[in-house]
Structures are given as structure tokens and as C-alpha cells.
């Protein structure tokens, strides 16, 4: 089972830094630094913008639950 969680665990990290860095960027910062200041017509969609946070809260919700369950899981397994 501990096996399980850490491959989730890391595929969800994965997963996850991807999305964030699919996001559009906010301001200035890191992301005008990397190209986030510069404006395209790709993902301009507000829908695809709400599916994307959508998704990004989902995998993060797992990988929270991933973090807490290998983490009691290793806590209590005596």
C-alpha cells in the first residue's frame, strides 16, 4: 500500500507542476520573466481557463489526501 501512495504521490506531483505552469500568468514576477508576460490568442478562453483551475484543484486535492494517507500510513505501521 506504501508503494501504491508514493507512485500516486509522485505522478500527481508531476501532473500537478505541469498545470501550474499551463496557467496564465497574473502580473509581473516569475512569469513575465519566462515568457508569461507575453500575450497570445491560445488560451484566452475563460472556459478553458475554468476547466484548467478546475482540474489543477482536483489533482491537488489528491495529492493532498496522498501526502496524509502515506504519512499516517508510515506513522502507524508498527
Do not use: P
Amino acid at each position: 500500500m506504501s508503494t501504491l501512495l508514493t507512485v500516486l504521490l509522485v505522478l500527481t506531483s508531476l501532473i500537478l507542476i505541469l498545470l501550474v505552469l499551463l496557467h496564465k500568468g497574473r502580473g509581473g514576477g516569475l512569469s513575465d520573466m519566462f515568457g508569461g508576460g507575453v500575450s497570445s490568442s491560445l488560451g484566452g478562453s475563460s472556459i478553458a481557463e475554468r476547466n484548467l483551475d478546475r482540474f489543477t484543484v482536483g489533482i491537488g486535492v489528491i495529492w493532498f489526501a496522498c501526502v496524509i494517507a502515506l504519512g499516517l500510513l508510515l506513522a502507524y505501521q508498527n
